[in-house]
């Protein structure tokens, strides 16, 4: 489905704002926990059962384990049903299921509810993407999508911040659950009633299974593994490499620089929905994909120079962010009866790197005794994807 007669410029802004509203409130979730680790494992440590930080971990493996499970599947209902529709159940999800964990009274409890808050958000992500494809007019769609990518970077960064505000406010960790729980529920009550509605149409038939074998859509799923899926993956680790080389009297001081390598998303997505309209999508992806192999190879081999270093980090934060309008469009585009289903097919494949990668990294870097080795092989995989980019058809 894709419009039929287009919606007036202020409908298609107020879409644009309801859908950022929903990449921020279900991408808090991505990282709500990450900043309570000390008094979540404070309460659910006991004797028979202790909680170690591998068990922690799986608290980020368990939702986007499941919220990469659902993109296909969402995407087809919000193709087939309209995104709106699974918008209200995704976003459901989400807010039950951080009710669940505010209440939650073992680990395993936790790990339950983030398993099934990562259905809410898979499918939130999709139909959110799909919902922006579906409302803006032709030469508004790559920089609204870009404005919507930013929303999901600005959600998960904002709560490593509010949420231990919150925690230490209320003098624990419970309330900083419920607060994410309001937010889905605000998300969920502004699609409801507020959000418009858009003229649609059916376009022709397309098969599924023609679409899950179409090689385009691999080949945009590799490079949004070497763009999104490596930020996420570099994200996790970069903290840990700056700690090991310098130190600094201000504790702020590195976790301000690492976060650059996110934070700078929620300005370049936009901006590379601007620039994939004037030079085309393949030079876009085969430009960010070389900042981001010569930003990798500049962590492997200088990972002891604190300028070069942030040099890497911002180049990764370009790199990383400006393929996302183009990615998701270019699929939608190939296939606008199942555009939800293809948007999402690129996405799992960035979230399967992400599952993969983030360990692996760790792994080679026990091994190697650094990050140098491990940052290495990222490179390489970018320069990979960079050269099978090339195979990447022009049109947009």
């Known amino acids: 489905m894709e419009n039929n007669q287009s919606l007036t410029s202020k409908e298609q802004k107020l879409a644009l704002y309801c859908a950022c509203l929903v990449g921020f409130s279900f991408s808090a979730n991505y990282t709500n926990h990450a900043p309570l680790k000390d008094w979540l494992m404070k309460s659910f440590d006991t004797p028979e059962?202790?909680?170690?930080?591998?068990?922690?971990?799986?608290?980020?493996?368990?939702?986007?384990?499941?919220?990469?499970?659902?993109?296909?599947?969402?995407?087809?209902?919000?193709?087939?049903?309209?995104?709106?529709?699974v918008l209200f159940f995704a976003l459901?999800?989400?807010?039950?299921?951080?009710?669940?964990?505010?209440?939650?009274?073992?680990?395993?409890?936790?790990?339950?509810?983030?398993?099934?808050?990562?259905?809410?958000?898979?499918?939130?992500?999709?139909?959110?993407?799909?919902?922006?494809?579906?409302?803006?007019?032709?030469?508004?769609?790559?920089?609204?999508?870009?404005?919507?990518?930013?929303?999901?970077?600005?959600g998960s960064g904002f709560v490593i911040f509010a949420v231990p505000q919150i925690a230490n406010l209320f003098n624990g960790w419970s309330q900083a659950f419920i607060s994410t729980a309001i937010i889905a529920y605000i998300a969920f009550m502004v699609v409801l009633f507020i959000a418009p509605t858009p003229f649609v149409k059916e376009h022709p038939h397309s098969s599924l299974l023609k679409m899950l074998s179409n090689s385009q859509l691999y080949l945009l799923g590799i490079v949004q593994m070497a763009s999104f899926g490596l930020v996420i993956v570099i994200g996790s680790w970069i903290t840990e490499m700056l700690k090991e080389n310098f130190e600094f009297e201000n504790k702020l001081v590195i976790p301000f620089i690492a976060s650059l390598i996110l934070l700078l998303g929620i300005f370049t997505r936009p901006m590379g929905g601007k620039l994939v309209l004037k030079i085309g999508v393949r030079k876009l992806l085969l430009f960010s994909l070389i900042l981001n192999a010569t930003a990798c190879f500049i962590l492997a081999y200088f990972s002891k120079v604190l300028a070069l270093d942030c040099i890497a980090i911002l180049m990764l934060g370009v790199g990383c962010g400006l393929p996302y309008a183009g990615l998701f469009n270019r699929a939608a585009a190939m296939f606008p009866g199942r555009a939800g289903a293809a948007m999402g097919l690129v996405n799992m494949l960035g979230i399967i790197f992400i599952l993969i990668g983030a360990p692996l990294v760790g792994k080679i870097a026990d091994l190697s005794g650094s990050f140098s080795a491990a940052f290495l092989t990222l490179g390489l995989f970018a320069f990979v994807a960079c050269l099978i980019s090339v195979r990447i058809k022009n049109e947009y």
């Open 49 to 85: 059962l202790p909680f170690t930080k591998a068990m922690f971990g799986f608290l980020t493996t368990a939702i986007f384990l499941t919220h990469a499970f659902m993109q296909i599947p969402a995407g087809h209902f919000a193709d087939k049903f309209g995104p709106k529709k």
């Open 92 to 154: 459901s999800i989400v807010s039950i299921g951080n009710l669940g964990m505010s209440f939650a009274t073992s680990y395993d409890q936790l790990l339950l509810w983030k398993f099934l808050i990562g259905f809410g958000t898979g499918s939130s992500f999709v139909s959110g993407a799909r919902y922006i494809y579906q409302t803006a007019s032709t030469e508004k769609l790559a920089l609204y999508q870009g404005y919507y990518g930013a929303s999901v970077l600005l």
